[in-house]
């Protein structure tokens, strides 16, 4: 497989779609384009059940504005994780519009009267993949808030082949299934 088309498989991805900054924007839950710049509140990701597999960074599906006259927004993200994040860890917001790093100006900060975490980023009008990713000590936990992936039992396979010399080709000689639940 080419480099280009290969991707994380485990990872759940969000899919933003700025091509269309209105109020009637599917994700869009509140568009106020008087201010400079227009400033775009989403509605919740909710760990769980708006993520998407199908979303990969680097894929055709994210794609940039890239004329000079295109738009930037004022996004807000709110995130309602499942579970409760201890004191010393973190959640950041990454994607394609920050070049999948970990960036102090997309960490997310907990609001106890929403009971939600909050970041915003100034985001070019396009399309894009992102996921939220928790830090806990100097430990980055990219799985940790991907449910599917880490709620589900994984299958794995093994084999061993042995490449025999006088025959020139692989054998088969050991095949071994196993299961883990992270």
Same mark, same amino acid.
């Given at each position: ?18 091509t269309e900054l209105t109020q009637q924007a599917s994700q869009i839950l509140e568009y106020r384009p008087a201010e400079i710049p227009p ?33 930037y927004a004022n996004v807000h993200f709110r995130f309602n994780p499942d579970d409760r994040i201890t004191e010393n860890a973190s959640i ?16 997310? %900060? #907990? *609001? ?7 970041? @915003?980023? &100034? ?31 994984? %299958? #794995? *396979? ?7 010399? @006088?025959? &020139? ?14």
């Open positions: 497989m080419r480099q280009e088309n290969s991707f994380v498989g485990d990872y759940e991805f969000q899919f933003l779609d700025l400033r775009v509140v989403l509605f919740d990701d909710v760990q769980g059940f708006s993520a998407s597999r199908l979303r990969v960074p680097g894929s055709q599906l994210t794609r940039p504005e890239t004329a000079l006259s295109a738009r950041y917001l990454v994607g394609d519009f920050n070049n999948w790093s970990v960036q102090s100006d997309y960490a997310l %900060e #907990y *609001h106890p009267e929403t009971d939600r975490w909050r970041t @915003n980023g &100034f985001i070019k009008t396009g399309t894009y993949a992102y996921k939220y990713m928790l830090i806990e000590g100097n430990e980055i936990k990219d799985l940790a808030l991907d449910d599917s992936f880490t709620r589900t039992q994984q %299958e #794995y *396979h093994a084999f061993v082949y042995f490449r025999d010399p @006088n025959r &020139f080709y692989y054998r088969l000689i050991q095949t071994n299934n196993f299961f883990e639940t992270s």
